[in-house]
């Protein structure tokens, strides 16, 4: 199906590595059945939610070791995919477009057009400044 000299990686497994040492990779955390809780940082080492008392893991049988979680959450940090983003010039340039080239006439035609996000910058004056 590819040609004989692809560079793609050959299996799920060697993609994830490849895509962790770009920093693009996601976290798992564990979650609530219920939707109630993270069991993130203060609360990894808890085995039911102290909110609903719901189980953490499933029930498995007696002879299996290993624990199923209810719920796994994947989290994919945001600061290094914005950095990628930043450091090439022609992404850069798209990145910064809502400042630089917008055009402010009453039509909506980016989330920057809606009052959302001038009440926002309204609100974070430095925040806002920068592009």
């Known amino acids: 199906m590819l040609p004989m000299d692809n560079c793609l990686p050959k299996d799920h497994k060697h993609a994830q590595k490849v895509l962790n040492c770009l920093g693009l990779g996601y976290e798992k955390i564990h979650a609530c059945k219920n939707n109630c809780m993270l069991f993130y940082k203060g609360h990894e080492t808890l085995d039911t939610c102290p909110i609903c008392n719901e189980l953490r893991f499933k029930m498995t049988s007696e002879n299996r070791t290993t624990k199923i979680d209810q719920k796994v959450m994947r989290y994919l940090p945001l600061k290094l995919r914005l950095q990628r983003l930043y450091m090439l010039m022609h992404t850069a340039t798209d990145m910064r477009w809502h400042k630089e080239k917008r055009v402010d006439d009453d ?21 806002a400044t920068d592009p």
């Open 107 to 127: 039509v909506m035609r980016h989330p920057t057009d809606g009052e959302a996000w001038k009440e926002f910058d309204r609100t974070f004056l430095e925040f």
